[in-house]
Structure formats: structure tokens, C-alpha cells
């Protein structure tokens, strides 16, 4: 690899970031390059930092969830989320029912567990949440940095998020028979910003949970911050930004790299696990809708 660096001495994010920090990556073997390095923080500091993955097509955008994207007041962005959250389940009683499950995320009966279900599914299936994606999978996240043929000869991002151990809620908790943490928090009223790595189930009965075998598929990962912290990218966030590196992907190199990317099986069909258009249709419509009664 070009410029290759000394990852000898590495105790921490902010280490791998003075390292990393707007590398330029022309194909997956430079970039396999410095994951390694990158992966093994995790071990050496004894499971205190754990890496995921984000990519985005154009250098200029920010991290921030679709939903915050335009529109930045705390009391709005609660309305909006709300609104768009009761059209999803309205979505229960019409044609596309078929792709959507109303199954609780585990046995425990938590108050607020159908709620987290709901909006795990919504991020993936396309309405605007306060969820912003994150992957395990470095060539998951890769491949949302070059799938957007538009975007080809711009550079694009991709992001590696070292999420402190405070932050991450998994479903580890059933191993000791006890309901995930954040099951047990009002998803609209959030005091910390937490890392979600739920369970997946890709089915319910006859039916193929669509947003769920998207994140299956990805590896996914959701990020979510109370509303007023969500309305500031992460990257301007003090307590974030020394954890977060962002790996610059060159532009003229996305065709090739994309094309590696499909040849190795990541391709569109695999990503988003199956086609919708009258599903995609409808939502993005609803999205527009609130949006724009919400922008006046």
C-alpha cells in the first residue's frame, strides 16, 4: 500500500485516526490494508472499542440521519417521527402488509419493544428515521460508497465508527435470559446516544420480513441519539469525532471498484434482498408528504 504507515504503537481511535484520517483508497486491497489494523484495536484494548462501517457516495455529505437532514428543530423532528411512525402501521391494513411483521423483538413483554421493532424496520425500508446505518461488514459499507453510478469520478466516504463500549446495546442480554436494554427505553425519549445490534428475524410465519432481511443482509447496526443531538452530524460532535475516521474513496476508481464488489457477490439484488418498487413508491411519497408539511 501507497504511504504505508506504522501501526506499531496503537492504544486507541484517535492513534489509527492520526494514522488513517483521509486516506485515499483506489482498490479493495489497499483498503483490506488498513482494516486490518484497524480491526484489532477491539482485541488489544480488551473489547473496550468496537469498529463498524459506513459508506456514502459523495465526500461533501455529513453524518447525519435522513431525517434530521432538512430540518433541524427538536419539537418538529419529535412530530415528524411520529407521524411518519403511525403511517408505517397503517401500511399494516393495505397491500404491502405482506412485507411487514407485527412481531415483538423477544419474550419478555417490554413496554417499548413493538416500537423499536417498527422503527428497525421503517430505517430499512426507506422512510426517514432518526436511525442512521452503520455496518459490520467494511465491504457492506464499501459498496453504498460506490453503488451510485451518478456519484462516479466524485469521491466518496467511507466512515469507520469506533462505538465506545457505553454506547452499544446487543442482544447479548439473552444469553443471561434478560430483555435487551434499550427495550426497555422510550425510543422518543432517549437521554444517550446507544449503538443497537438487535436479532433478526428475517420471517414471521408465511412471511419475508423485508426491512429485516435487509439488515440481516447488510449486517446492520443502528445508531440512535436523543433528538437534539441528532440534528448535529456526528463528525461535529466533540465526544464522536476522535472516534470516527473517514477514508476518502477516490472517484475515478468507483467503476472498478464496484465492479470488484459484484464480483465477489455484492451486488444490488444481494444488499437490498429483494426489489418493492410500488413499496419504495409508496413510502417515498409519505416521506415527501411530511416533509413538506412539516418544511412550511
Known sequence: MKNQKNTNYINGPLDLK??????????????????????????????????????????????EPWLTREIKDESTLIKMEIELHEKFK???????????????????????EVDWFELFQMQHLGFMTRL?????????????SVSNSRYDGIDGQFWV?????????????????????????????????????PPFYPKDGDKKVLGENRRLVQSGRF???????????????????????????????????????NDIGYTKERIYARQTDDLTKKIQKINEEVLNKYKL
Not at 442480554?173 to 435487551?180: D, G, I, V, W
Not at 440512535?224 to 456526528?234: G, M, N, V, W, Y
Open 18 to 63: 492520526n494514522i488513517f484520517n483521509n486516506f485515499r483508497i483506489h482498490s479493495i486491497n489497499e483498503l483490506e490494508n488498513i482494516i486490518e489494523p484497524i480491526q484489532m484495536l477491539k482485541n488489544s484494548s480488551n473489547l473496550q472499542w468496537h469498529e463498524c462501517y459506513r459508506g456514502q457516495g459523495f465526500n461533501k455529505w455529513k453524518l
Open 90 to 112: 397503517q401500511l399494516h391494513n393495505s397491500e404491502f402488509d405482506e412485507h411487514i411483521s407485527s412481531r415483538k423483538t423477544s419474550g419478555f413483554n417490554t413496554k417499548f
Open 132 to 144: 442512521l446505518d452503520w455496518s459490520i461488514d467494511w465491504k457492506t459499507a464499501l459498496y453504498f
Open 161 to 197: 465508527f469506533f462505538q465506545p463500549e457505553e454506547f452499544t446495546h446487543n442482544f447479548m442480554e439473552y444469553m443471561l435470559k434478560a430483555p435487551p436494554r434499550y427495550l426497555n427505553i422510550n425510543p422518543y425519549e432517549l437521554q444517550d446516544t446507544m449503538i443497537i445490534n
Open 223 to 261: 445508531l440512535i441519539q436523543p433528538h437534539k443531538d441528532s440534528a448535529t452530524p456526528l463528525e461535529a460532535q466533540i465526544n464522536i469525532n476522535n472516534c470516527l475516521i473517514k477514508i476518502i474513496i477516490d472517484g475515478v476508481s468507483k467503476v472498478r471498484l464496484r465492479k470488484a464488489l
